[in-house]
């Protein structure tokens, strides 16, 4: 009986950490899926200076507008400082996040024109 009654335990609990994982997940995917209010304010305005430190999207314009990533342009080519600080905000993929710097430096260029 207690075997039985440990096993169904273990059953029940295994199936409320699943629950319990899928209602993470489902929680991210809609926290993904609102857009950034900071990144909002960019899209009209690249130059906003309002910035999100949890935004990956956020952090990729921050970089943009920093001394780091002009001295990238500058030289165009990574600097090893520019891959340090990259790597300390996205990790090992932030050559994917690199793409998003770039083009959030490009829609500067073109907003200081325009100003
Ligand atoms: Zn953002």
Redesign the pocket.
């Known amino acids: 009986m207690s075997a039985y009654r440990t096993v169904r335990q273990k059953l029940a609990d295994q199936r409320s950490e699943e629950i319990r994982e899928e209602g993470l997940a489902k929680l991210k995917a809609i926290r993904e899926a609102i857009p950034?209010?900071?990144?909002a304010d960019?899209e009209g305005n690249p130059m906003s200076g309002h910035?999100?430190a949890k935004?990956?999207?956020?952090s990729a314009?921050a970089v943009a507008g920093g001394p780091t990533f002009f001295e990238v342009a500058k030289a165009k080519a990574v600097t090893p400082e520019y891959a340090r600080l990259m790597k300390s905000i996205f990790g090992e993929e932030w050559k994917a996040h690199h793409e998003r710097v770039k083009a959030w430096a490009q829609r500067m260029a073109e907003a200081r024109q325009v100003a």
């Open positions: 950034c209010p900071a990144c960019a910035f999100i935004c990956k999207e956020c314009r």
